[in-house]
Nanobody, 115 residues
Framework: QVQLVESGGGLVQPGGSLRLSCAAS????????MGWYRQAPGKQRESVAT???????NYADSVKGRFTISRDNAKNTVYLQMNSLKPEDTAVYYC?????????WGQGTQVTVSS
């Protein structure tokens, strides 16, 4: 009933930038917190950045100052602008929306930072 469609991943050199997008659709009926999470091979999934319905943001220490999360409530879309990318940022990135009844996840998009 709820779908999250992610886009924007790819291969980028260290120091480069990417912007991820995630559009939520379906039976949402409101504005809810959303966020970006990532999982590298052999690692646990971790929170990267979150944003409340009112636009309050929170970042992992490892990305603070380099990544920016934003949202367009009219489109139920969340973005992640990633600058000054490092090889350790390489992971599958997932978006999430937290509704009153369930947490819904996107399918994931691969981000690879390599020279």
């Amino acid at each position: 009933q709820v779908q999250l469609v992610e886009s924007g991943g790819g291969l980028v050199q260290p120091g480069g930038s990417l912007r991820l997008s995630c559009a939520a659709s379906g039976r949402i009926f409101g504005i809810y917190p959303m966020g970006w999470y990532r999982q590298a091979p052999g690692k646990q999934r971790e929170s990267v950045a979150t944003i409340t319905s009112g636009g309050i943001t929170n970042y992992a220490d490892s990305v603070k100052g380099r990544f920016t999360i934003s949202r367009d409530n009219a489109k139920n879309t969340v973005y992640l602008q990633m600058n000054s990318l490092k090889p350790e940022d390489t992971a599958v990135y997932y978006c999430k929306i937290t509704t009153r009844v369930y947490d819904y996840w996107g399918q994931g998009t691969q981000v690879t930072v390599s020279s």
